[in-house]
């Protein structure tokens, strides 16, 4: 008797596979759905398994897996659209692969499950030949990467490298969206002040150009230490795209300005420290990498940001030295607040404010700033007085040379009132002047400008 059901189980099992290979004959894609995988139970948007070149009758997924259940539709639109590969059990052990072949909503709705401590890396294999479906285990991902390198925006600094972003939906996917500047990068999976600590993401070739999509992964300090290599031309917008289990990397540029908008911040400046409305440079309209500035800098320091409203939220232009003098046009990028001893900015003293013109360059990375042609730095002879300063109602201008005109500006650089003499001295009345500071302009008959700083209180 027991030989008798042993025989029919076998014929069974046999019928069921006989009916899965021809119900399979007529399958052209898988995707898996459950809570097991990245498109959770959705039959609309489910993830997709990819069908063998070689082999059309093998699909195949890898990438992270969650605790839960997983089946697998060969469609998808509607739960009843077509046929469903089931786990040949309910709540079937992912070590075993045998399926069914279900229609539409006729069930039964077997699935496989994946216990709590069994989450990770898999590869997912339908063999629609061999009628399995099998969960083989890979190595274990990332849970951070982050570029160094002089190229990002963070520079090679190790203990706060520039992050890139885990897929909320693929663990082993990692993107960047970001301004890359001419230099070099690599990618760590950890930071700290150990160079040692961690596996590294490197270029498999030194100076690898970023068309180029190949990556090795060396441990701590053993090297090869190879970088992707991009030219000032290359400089610009870009997403970066790594997956890690299939070991790809991808650097999309994007067509236009690395930033929308720089500002001026500091005390030098005309805004002072005042990220909410600082002074914005002037995009280039045939160089959107380019932005240009006209106007005065007193005594005090300058940086620069891309961005307004709060201190930590977006990108900065900082000197590449502490206390950089106006003649040095390197700068570094750092994105969000950075630390103190990385706030590097430049100095304008008493002896080089006047008025300048300042050109940030984008795509070369430099930053000049030139006084303008025919101009003296702000007073720096000492001709020009005004008095009294603080003033309420009236000043008095004078200077040793003859002054034809006299302009008062606010410190963004509007004319508010213009006085034309051809005196050693004159007195204007500013009762209608706003508190506040400005600057007081003479201009002399050689065309000189000699500019000074006027406080007005109420």
Known sequence: MKQIFTLKAIVLGLLLSLVSMVNAQDITAAYMVGDMGPAGWSIGNPTPMFQDAVNPKIFNWKGALKAGHLKISTFKGDWCDGQWINAANANQSIAVGDYIITNKCDGPD????LQPGEEGN????????????????????????????????????????????QSATNSNVFTFEGNLTAGALKISTFKGSDWCGGK??????????????????????????????????????????????????????????????????????????????????TQDASNVNMFTWEGPLVAGYIKFSTFTGGWCDGDWLLAATADQALTETGYAVYAGCPPGEADLKWIVSAETSGYYRIVVDLVNKTITFSQTTGLNPLNTRGRLTVFPNPAQNTITVSQRDVIQRIDIVTLSGKNVLTLNTNKNSSTLDISGLARGIYLVKAISQNNVSTIHKLVITR
């Open 110 to 113: 077997n699935q496989w499950i």
């Open 200 to 281: 590294w993401i490197n270029a498999a070739t030194a100076d690898q150009s970023v068309s180029a999509g190949g990556f090795i992964i060396t441990n701590a300090c053993d090297g090869p230490d190879n970088k992707w290599k991009l030219a000032a031309e290359e400089s610009g917008k870009y997403t970066i795209t790594i997956d890690i289990l299939n070991q790809t990397i991808s650097f999309v540029k994007a067509t236009g300005a690395i930033y929308n908008a720089v500002y001026l911040v500091g005390n030098a400046t005309p805004s002072g420290w005042n990220i909410s409305t600082p002074v914005a440079l």
């Open 122 to 165: 898999y590869s997912v294999t339908v063999n629609l030949e061999t009628v399995k479906v099998t969960f083989e285990p890979l190595p274990a991902g990332y849970t951070n990467l982050y570029l160094l390198g002089d190229a990002a925006p963070n520079g090679y600094n190790l203990g706060d490298p520039t992050p890139m972003v």
